[in-house]
């Protein structure tokens, strides 16, 4: 395929960058953040998808068209997580008697 | 009679012989017809199950089988018969022949992986399968947790593993679809002349694509709870058995569309053929595809009415519920409107289309009735639920799978099925069809729970009528089954295009050679142009 390929240079890095927010996230772990735990956690977990995504998947090479296919894929994680954060964050909003 | 010794012309089917050319084969068109073999099995194996739950439903008490068997036999009827039939049925049999044929297409973009996603459906099939009947799995098709987890075997895990399998048959197949869509249109097919059949495949393809992984991630935490004790699920480990429901609904309920837009597809073609006119509002039929497809993603809480949701999050979604509901009538009335003044013909095709029309009408209305709050509070897991999703899939997908059949059987074997008897079955069908259900739409709204065997004895009429209904549908679908292998030899040879259809799948010989056509067709005109075929003889009709 005629696509534009890193050197080997920026997988090394990409890699090095990985396996660096890896050992973040298990530092992180030992630390009680409270209910930041998560968030950092997530955080990082986002940074190393990101990487993999534009660097070691090509999209940042890639057409509009594929771009858009990672986007979608993105966009119903986003609704997956968002309704279903909707019924779980208004559960107590009403009253349930002997509770 | 002299008999010409012209050699046959060389076809798909006639090109190569023996098991390799089929277990091995890479043609979309073969692939298509092992999964027909495949998906038939899996249906008449769920309507085994189906008979004996319908047999046991006869009489009030609970004498033809134990209770646990009753409700491993709900189970496996629901797995064989959604996630091994009605799933791969329409998209991965017609779907996988045609949609190739009708952009003007050689095969699909990727032959091999369309091979392989077959032997992941059979897989996962058989592997299921065993596993439901090895270790009597009780769950049902939806396996909530905690009964698929606290309170059951390993084996349902088993079950569910078969089912991910499965489902990468299905990702795969929608992504060939969408790939196949947007790369290998023949010259001059634009997305605006793409035979509606190819749109609903498009959408349905988007859902297979962007819904599966989820009840594939779902089945790896139920396993992951199972097996290493992780609190997903589970209270007692930190977990949300509501969780569940949320993620198994966010596919599920997308996968009753995967079930319906390829029938929407097939109903367009079939209502457009038969009354020779153009679909009306071509393009809102299109664009209602692609709605139905992402609004169906937006609803899933409308199974969790009673579950505990909070208020709500189910006021929002039984309030979106009724936007999908919008594009499914678009298309109704399209449909409708297509016959207006059309020059019908009742061949069995469209006696097929006609009869989804009314009864996914109904199914559909039903759907709104059970996503109204109130309402559904008083039917939920009753027979109302269970005759408004049969009304669908049975009433609706499976209508329009026959009808598909039908139509485009002289294509894909050469010769036509008897229309007489064809007639007579679709009757059949649809008398037994309504028989079966419709008492079950009173029988919920009285008060009949879902998935009981032993019920009070004011109910066993309306049982009753519905088992005699479900005897009239068995005879109703044997029948194809007989004359579509006997008219394999004894059926009339079929012409390249009997119904003056406009389609390029009939513009190339019946059955087509291996690769399609003879030469690339370049599309000069809209999907259904009449003008285009006036003057071709039509045989049947
Ligand atoms: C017009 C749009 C539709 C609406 C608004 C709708 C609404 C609903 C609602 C609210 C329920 C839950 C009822 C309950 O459990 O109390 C339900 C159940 C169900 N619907 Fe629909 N529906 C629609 C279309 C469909 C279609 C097209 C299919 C299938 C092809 C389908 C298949 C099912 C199934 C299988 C269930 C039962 C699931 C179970 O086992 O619990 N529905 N529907
Ligand atoms: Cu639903």
Redesign the pocket.
């Known amino acids: 395929m005629s696509e534009h390929i890193d050197s080997v240079k920026t997988y090394a890095l990409v890699f090095a960058a990985l396996i660096a927010a890896t050992v973040g996230t298990t530092a992180v772990a030992f630390v009680d953040l409270g209910p930041f735990s998560v968030v950092v956690a997530l955080l990082i977990a986002v940074c190393k998808m990101l990487l993999v995504a534009l660097f070691f998947m090509h999209v940042r090479h890639s057409t509009r068209l594929t771009r858009l296919v990672v986007l979608g894929g993105l966009l119903w994680l986003l609704i997956l997580i968002a309704l279903t954060m909707g019924d779980i964050l208004t559960r107590n909003w009403v009253g349930v008697p002997g509770r | 009679m002299i008999t010409a010794a012209v050699p046959e012309r060389e076809n798909y089917l006639n090109n190569a012989y023996g098991i390799k050319s089929w277990l091995l084969t890479r043609d979309h068109k073969r692939i298509g017809l092992l999964y027909l073999f495949t998906v038939t099995l899996f249906f008449f194996l769920g309507g085994a199950f189906a008979t004996m739950i319908r047999i046991e439903l006869l009489t009030p008490q609970g004498n033809f089988v134990s209770s646990e068997t009753y409700n491993k036999l709900f189970t496996m009827h629901g797995v064989a018969m959604i996630f091994f039939f009605l799933i791969p049925a329409i998209p991965a049999t017609l779907g996988n022949f045609f949609l190739p044929m009708m952009i003007g297409a050689r095969d699909l973009a990727f032959p091999r992986i369309n091979l392989l996603s077959w032997y992941l459906l059979v897989i996962g099939g058989l592997f299921s399968l065993f596993a439901m009947l090895a270790g009597g799995v009780d769950t049902g098709w939806?396996f909530y947790t905690p009964y698929s987890t606290t309170y059951s075997n390993s084996w349902v895990i088993a079950t569910a593993l078969g089912i991910f399998i499965s489902g990468f048959s299905s990702i795969l197949t929608g992504l060939n679809f969408i790939v196949t869509v947007h790369r290998m249109r023949a010259p001059g097919m634009t997305w605006m002349r793409m035979p509606l059949f190819v749109w609903s495949h498009y959408a349905t393809a988007l859902i297979q694509v962007l819904g599966t992984p989820v009840v594939a991630v779902t089945i790896i935490l139920l396993f992951c709870e199972r097996v290493f004790h992780i609190g997903i699920f589970d209270p007692t480990l930190g977990g949300d058995p509501v969780l569940f429901q949320h993620m198994f609904w966010f596919y599920s309920h997308p996968a009753?569309?995967i079930?319906?837009l390829p029938a929407m597809g097939i109903v367009s073609e079939l209502v457009s053929v038969f009354s020779r006119k153009p679909v009306f509002g071509y393009q809102f039929v299109a664009y209602a595809s692609m709605a139905i497809a992402v609004l169906g993603f937006l609803v899933w809480g409308?199974?969790l009415?009673v579950s505990t949701q909070s208020v709500y999050a189910a006021l929002v979604f039984s309030f979106l519920?009724y936007f999908?509901?919008i594009p499914?009538a678009i298309k109704v009335f399209n449909w409708t409107a297509t016959l207006y003044k059309g020059s019908i013909s009742f061949a069995t095709p469209m006696l097929y289309a006609f009869g989804f029309i009314g009864l996914f009408t109904i199914g559909?209305l039903t759907?709104?009735f059970?996503?109204a709050l109130g309402f559904?509070v008083h039917?939920?897991?009753t027979y109302f639920?269970v005759a408004?999703?049969h009304y669908?899939?049975v009433g609706?997908?499976i209508m329009a799978y026959l009808g598909g059949l039908h139509y485009w059987w002289p294509k894909i074997t050469g010769r036509m099925y008897p229309e007489g008897w064809a007639k007579l079955s679709a009757l059949i069908i649809f008398l037994g069809f309504n028989l079966t259900f419709f008492p079950q739409f009173i029988l919920g709204y009285l008060g009949m729970p879902r998935r009981y065997h032993v019920y009070p004895d004011e109910f066993q009429v309306l049982h009753v009528l519905s088992t005699a209904g479900a005897s009239v549908l068995a005879v109703g679908y044997l029948m194809p089954m007989i004359y579509f292998i006997w008219s394999l030899r004894y059926g009339k040879v079929a012409s390249a295009n009997p119904w003056g259809a406009t389609g390029l799948e009939w513009q190339t010989p019946s059955p087509p050679p291996v690769h399609n056509f003879d030469v690339t067709p370049i599309v000069t005109h809209d999907a259904y142009d009449y003008s285009t075929v006036i003057g071709q003889e039509v045989e049947v009709g």
């Open positions: 939806t009753v569309y079930m319906i409308h199974h009415f519920s999908v509901a499914s559909g759907g709104l059970v996503a559904d039917v939920t897991d639920v408004h999703f669908i899939m609706g997908t």
